[in-house]
């Protein structure tokens, strides 16, 4: 069982738009603006899309954004193109010892 | 260009042994900290291990202290993980990543990770 809570899949038309949402506690998403998430294509490397709750990369489109609620993070993709059909991970620093949690993961269709 | 390029992963018996290595390139390898991922089949994933630029701090997941060590070679631009003791819950694909994150004069907290390498699979099985 992951630290974070995800739900496991999610789906959207080309165009319009979907949240994924990432669910914690006050020790790690709630404690801390220190949330990311992570676009992993199977294969391939998996891709920093969002850190610090809501920050772009250079290079990652303004069509992903985050943002973050108490203990419940959220990422969201707006005009979805088939190329974001893919798995997405949310992670949260979690305190001592470096400590960072990841979300179980969920899998984003386009239908 | 940064370019993380794991290797060293393969089927290993129960109590065993397997080195991971990953070769950087195109950053400064010896100012960043570096981190280890990873991922089991069908499973979200979990983050294993961070070490500072210079090797001289370390952090572990619980489920891998005493058994697994991260080290560095910066004169290689290289990571390592030493996994020893090795139990079928080690089986996963094993990412190096670079970490970021906030840093004082004294500590550093790394909490995300900006380039990662494709990953490569260890298998613990008899």
């Known amino acids: 069982q992951s630290a974070l809570t995800q739900p496991p899949s999610a789906s959207g038309s080309p165009g319009q738009s979907v949240t994924i949402s990432c669910t914690g506690t006050s020790s790690d998403v709630g404690g801390y603006n220190f949330v990311s998430w992570y676009q992993l294509h199977p294969g391939k490397a998996p891709k920093l899309i969002i850190y610090e709750v809501s920050k772009r990369p250079s290079g990652v489109p303004d069509r992903f954004s985050g943002s973050k609620s108490g203990n419940t993070a959220s990422l969201t993709v707006s005009g979805l193109q088939a190329e974001d059909e893919t798995d997405y991970y949310c992670s949260s620093y979690a305190g001592s010892n470096n400590l960072v949690v990841f979300g179980g993961g969920t899998k984003l269709t386009v239908l | 260009e940064v370019q993380l390029v794991e290797s060293g992963g393969g089927l290993v018996q129960p109590g065993g042994s397997l080195r991971l290595s990953c070769v950087a390139s195109g950053f400064g390898f010896s100012t960043y900290w570096m981190t280890w991922v990873r991922q089991a089949p069908g499973k979200g994933l979990e983050w294993v291990a961070n070490?500072?630029?210079?090797?001289?701090?370390?952090y572990y997941v619980d489920s891998v202290k005493g058994r697994f060590t991260s080290s560095k070679d910066n004169a290689k631009n290289s990571l390592y993980l030493q996994m020893n003791s090795l139990r079928a819950e080690d089986t996963a694909v094993y990412y190096c990543?670079?970490?970021?994150?906030?840093?004082?004069?004294?500590?550093?907290?790394?909490?995300?990770?900006?380039?990662w390498g494709q990953g490569t699979l260890v298998t613990v099985s008899s």
């Open positions: 990543a670079r970490g970021r994150g906030y840093c004082t004069s004294t500590t550093c907290q790394i909490y995300y990770f900006d380039y």
């Open positions: 070490i500072k630029q210079d090797g001289s701090e370390k």
